[in-house]
Each structure stands twice: as C-alpha cells, then as structure tokens.
C-alpha cells in the first residue's frame, strides 16, 4: 500500500440516510443504500462493517473520511476519501490536512459541504503487535484528523481503528459497545448489509492489493522466457519504427494480432475468479506475440488507435489483453508497462470501473512519471469527470480513418485538434547511441512497482515520445549488465531510440484528454476520492 497522495474522482454512490444527530455515531442511525435498499446503521459496529460497501473495496493501511451531510432532514454520507497511512509520524498532520481540505474543498465545489465526518483507520499490526497496540499507536493520528475537520467547522461523529480483524472506537468510552480489547469484525458477507449490497448489485471486489496483482509484472520462471522474446523483438523493431514506411507497417502488424488475440480472449471458455481468470488469459498468448505487441504499442498513435476499443463488445477483450501485457512488463522492460497500463486504465474508466482506472493509471505513471496520456486522464479520473469527449474524440478518429481510408499513423490531425488552438509540439530527431542519459532507480509513489526515473537534457518534442528499445545494444533504463549489450551487439541492434514526433511524443489522444469536459471538478488533491 502507497502512502503517498492518491486523489480520485468523487462520488456519491453508496449514500446513507438518516437523521443527522450530534455526538457519537454509536447514537446516530444512518441509512444506507439508497431509498429502495435502505439499511440502518445505528452502532460503530455496523459502521465498521460498512466500510468496505462505501469503498467497493477493503482498504488496506489507509486514513479513510465518509463526508455526511444533510437532506430533507436525514443524514446522507456523500463522498469519500482515502490515503494511505504516513510510515512517519511526523508527517501526519499534513497528511490530515491534505485529506480533510481535499474532501471539503472538492464537496464545496459540487455545492455539497460535508456537515459531518466519520473517519476510519485501518491498519495490520507488524510482526509482535498487537491489534490494540496498532490503535493505541494511531490515535494521535486520529486526533489530527478530528482537529484538522474541526477547523474547517466539520466535526467528526466517529473515528473508528480496525485492525487484526477487530474494531476500535476513539469517541465511545462505553465498554459495553466498545470494550477496551476491540470488538471482532462479523465474517464478510453476513451482515444484514451485506445482504441488501448483494439485492443492490453493490459489489465489494477484495483488496487493493488484489486488483493491483492483475497488473504487476510476473515473477516467475515464464519471466525469463518472455524477458529472452523481448530482446530479441526489440532488435528488428526498433529499426522498423525508425523508419517511415517500417513505423507503418509495424503499427498494422500490431493492430492486427491485437485484434486477433482480442478475438481468442473473447472465445475463451470461462473460469471462476480472477486468479484463474488471468491464468487462463496468460496461457493463451505466445511469448513471441505478447513482445510484437508491448513493442509495438510503444508508438503513441498506434496505442491511439488501440484505444479505440472501449466500449461494446471490444470493452471487455481488450481489458484483459492490456493486464495480460501489463503483467509481461518483465524485467528491464518495466517501463514499457506505461503503455498497457494506459490502456487498462482507460477502459475501465470508459466501461465505469473507477476503482481499476485509478489504479491502472497510478501504476502506469508509477512505470513512467512522464506518460502524457496516463498523467492526464489519471487527473480526470481523479475529478470525477465524464470520459464521454474523450471517447467521441475516439469515434471520430475511427470514423474519420473509415471514411478516408487513412490507416497508417499520422495519416491525418487528431479530430479533436491541439488543445486551445496552441501547434503541436515541434519534432526532434532520434536519440543516438552517444548521446547523454543519465538513470536513477526509485520506487514509484503508487502502483507498486519499480520506475525508472530520468533526469535527462530534453529536446523540445522529445518529452514522452519513444519506444524504450535498445540503443547500441542497452535498452535506456536498463539495469543490465554488459552481458546484454554484448548480446545485442551481436544480433546488430539499432543505433538510437525512437523519440520525439516519430513515436508520437504527442499523441492525438493526449490532445483529446486535456480537453476533457471539465463541467463539475471535483476535489483537487488530498488523497483519493471516491
């Protein structure tokens, strides 16, 4: 679990009603699910067990906030807001801060200020601890987070700790509801609650963790095999898309084993839950053709192109090949997973699943900080805006292409033209073997996985824009030895990286994401909002 900021889009599914009452949330009912699926919540206990229904998932080492405000007379819990939890005391309060402003400001700006907060720290003990000690040890950040809302003149009805499968109170000394040793979590999927969110259609999908381990890299003995099929791709590759003529041919090659894998992906018999789900989906690509497409996706107009599958019947296909090629991200190709990562983020965010864009596209930037696609519609995924212009930029892109007969990349300008009239980044040539790129590794704020972060002298155009294939013999952000470079010195690699305008350093759809309809912004930093 990150504890760095991860701002999403506010919403307002999973509301709970009820009169609103001062004091504890012990003695405060709440309902939830709406008016045709009303439940009442009356006790910290049932508030507890909420939680995961509120999210849509189980948090994991997370500050959690649960806005309510009043309407018509009854309590309703608006939006959400989690972060994960700062290993340094030191930096709570700010953390406290940061979610509370994040929450109220974004809430305001809906016109909808939060009246009230019940806030929620979640937290496994570390190996010798005990769930109580967890929090005893967090309740100053519980503290913080009371002062912090009672700054802004929102006070907070109940601040609950759940940890080792048992819950805390910090604002009920009553031991009869909450004794001093916790009181035990029900079994997931028993309460009363639980029932209604099943009748509803609320689903809670696990944990984090578990969605985030669709998408992380492999690491197994397969790895080394696709790591070995990626090596010897990129050697034709690169060159391929150095050229013109071979960057179109490489971009058709592309679309069609992607549509040909899409359509095996499709006619897959199916399994029961997601770990057999992925195996069954991994099992079906070749480690050959999953390297033709992480390569060939690394040009931005033909991952323009692949997105153009988002909805209908290519929604669901195309998901899963973008996790499938997101896990083959093995090795020294991590940063390659930026641009599957992408895609997984955007469909799922066009199909309505924000809990998976979100994620997606925080791995994605986490694989490379500077993906221009990735950076701008994590941000709108974040404001809980409509992805519908990005998708009538998609159409019109397919359309247009339908109706000229235009199919190679570049063929013509983004439908959407560059963003408030300004030209298009200036192109740049590629990259040579000699010139100067200097790496550090570091640990990607969100997502999970390894990044390579580089501080680099740029070019105008040459921000984003690359296939990260080899360049006289070392792949940039490798962390391979010379055994590789010799390696592909002998198979007669290329002598420089894609950059700049020949992979797309701007791609039509970057365009289109930063005019995205931002009619009704939600909250602006301050953790996720949900």
Not at 199 to 205: D, E, F, H, P
Not at 475 to 500: F, N, Y
């Amino acid at each position: 679990m990150t504890n760095h900021s991860e701002t999403t889009g506010s919403s307002e599914n999973g509301d709970v009603s009820g009169p609103v009452k001062p004091g504890p949330a012990a003695r405060t009912p709440y309902d939830n699910l709406g008016d045709e699926h009303q439940v009442t919540l009356r006790t910290p206990a049932e508030l507890a067990d909420a939680l995961p229904y509120l999210l849509g998932y189980r948090p994991e080492d997370s500050i959690v906030l649960v806005a309510l405000r009043d309407r018509a007379g009854r309590g309703r819990f608006g939006g959400r807001a989690r972060l994960g939890i700062p290993g340094d005391a030191d930096d709570w309060t700010g953390a406290a801060g940061q979610l509370v402003h994040g929450l109220v400001n974004g809430s305001e700006r809906r016109g909808v200020r939060p009246e009230q907060m019940v806030a929620y720290l979640c937290q496994e003990p570390a190996r010798g601890e005990t769930g109580r000690e967890v929090m005893e040890r967090l309740r100053p950040l519980a503290q913080k987070l009371r002062v912090a809302c009672g700054a802004l003149d929102v006070p907070v009805v109940e601040a609950l700790c759940i940890s080792a499968g048992r819950f805390w109170s910090y604002c009920c000394d009553d031991a009869v509801c909450c004794p001093a040793d916790g009181t035990p979590m029900g079994l997931p999927g028993t309460s009363v609650l639980a029932a209604a969110a099943t009748y509803a259609g609320i689903q809670v999908r696990g944990s984090l963790s578990d969605l985030r381990a669709r998408l992380l890299p492999r690491e197994n003995a397969a790895a080394l095999e696709q790591e070995a099929a990626l090596d010897a791709a990129a050697v034709t590759v690169v060159s391929r898309i150095l050229d013109d003529s071979g960057r179109a041919e490489v971009a058709e090659e592309t679309l069609e084993l992607a549509r040909r894998v899409m359509r095996r992906l499709a006619e897959a018999p199916p399994v029961s839950g997601m770990p057999a789900e992925d195996l069954r989906d991994d099992q079906l690509l070749g480690h050959d053709e999953t390297a033709a497409l992480i390569l060939g996706l690394q040009d931005r107009t033909t991952r323009d192109r692949a997105a153009e599958w988002m909805e209908g019947d290519e929604a669901g296909p195309a998901l899963r090949l973008w996790r499938v090629l997101a896990r083959r991200c093995v090795g020294s190709y991590g940063e390659h997973a930026a641009a599957p990562l992408t895609l997984a983020g955007w469909v799922a965010w066009s199909t309505g699943d924000e809990l998976e864009a979100r994620e997606a596209l925080a791995m994605a930037l986490g694989a490379d900080p500077d993906y221009l696609f990735a950076r701008l519609l994590h941000q709108a995924c974040n404001e809980g805006l409509d992805p519908e212009s990005v998708r009538r930029c998609l159409r019109a892109e397919r359309g247009g292409r339908a109706g000229t007969g235009a199919g190679a990349p570049g063929a013509g300008e983004p439908a959407c033209g560059p963003v408030n009239g300004e030209p298009a980044e200036p192109s740049s040539a590629p990259r040579t073997h000699g010139s100067p790129r200097r790496r550090t590794r570091s640990v990607a704020p969100a997502g999970g996985i390894r990044r390579r972060a580089r501080a680099r002298d740029r070019e105008p155009g040459a921000e984003i824009g690359r296939p990260r294939m080899p360049a006289g013999g070392e792949r940039p952000g490798s962390a391979r030895t010379g055994r590789t470079r010799s390696r592909a010195s002998r198979t007669g690699t290329g002598t420089g990286t894609v950059t700049g305008a020949r992979a797309g350093a701007r791609g039509p759809m970057d365009a289109c994401a930063e005019g995205v309809d931002r009619g009704e912004p939600g909250a602006g930093g301050g953790g996720e909002r949900l």
